[in-house]
């Protein structure tokens, strides 16, 4: 929906290794999210971005950058990934409605 | 962002219509009530939003009270593929940078 991919859809790590997570669209959108979505929490905000470098922090942003190089590119980064940081993250763009569209998820797990 | 309150899970039957309640106590004046579902390994997917009275679409009604300190999504007639979670949101309809903030959700089990 709304021409949003994730890419790797799943990936396995090692703790301490770099993780980078795309998010790709294709309708130009302004804004775009990064979540993280654990068993207990619901979805929380990790990172946003309101332009091409323009980004701030969501509610938990320790552990993880975040880069907007173009309009359709949304890069998430975990410096060193740890065990805490295993989830599912998910991605999204503010569309039609003002509402928020997901895409398909990233299933992450840090050994 | 106000805090929202909804139970954590229901249980129905396929052809009946499902009510859930979500309360909003703190509502503010220019927030908006955004609900989204959620099937198992998928993201959240927008189904209805209003501010106040009733909405409805083709996928659910919503009905706001007049002090806005609650609101019910209603589906109607549903059917298995209906099991899903279902987030209640409260926020601006164009706050800053549209940030969400996602609660529990409440877990809908569609019998047979």
């Known amino acids: 929906d709304a021409g949003i991919t994730q890419s790797p859809r799943h990936k396995v790590t090692e703790t301490g290794t770099p993780v980078t997570l795309r998010c790709h669209q294709t309708e130009n959108h302004r804004y775009m999210y990064w979540y993280r979505q654990d068993p207990g929490h619901g979805l929380r905000l990790i990172h946003y971005s309101y332009g091409v470098k323009d980004t701030d922090k969501g509610e938990v942003s320790d552990g993880y950058s975040v880069s907007r190089s173009k309009t359709e590119d949304f890069l998430l980064t975990l410096e060193s990934a740890t065990s805490s940081q295993t989830s599912v993250y998910f991605c999204a763009i503010t569309g039609r409605q003002e509402t928020q569209y997901f895409g398909p998820g990233t299933r992450l797990l840090v050994l | 962002l106000a805090k929202t309150t909804q139970p954590i899970s229901m249980d129905s039957y396929e052809g009946q219509e499902v009510n859930i309640t979500c309360s909003h106590n703190n509502i503010a004046t220019n927030d908006y009530i955004t609900w989204y579902q959620q099937f198992p390994s998928q993201g959240p997917r927008f189904i209805i939003q209003g501010y106040k009275t009733k909405v409805t679409n083709e996928v659910a009604s919503l009905f706001i009270p007049a002090d806005r300190k609650s609101s019910t999504l209603s589906l109607p007639r549903v059917s298995l593929s209906d099991t899903a979670v279902y987030y209640c949101?409260?926020?601006?309809?164009?706050?800053?940078?549209?940030?969400?903030?996602f609660g529990g959700g409440t877990r809908v089990l569609v019998k047979p």
């Open positions: 949101l409260v926020g601006g309809y164009k706050a800053a940078g549209n940030k969400l903030t």
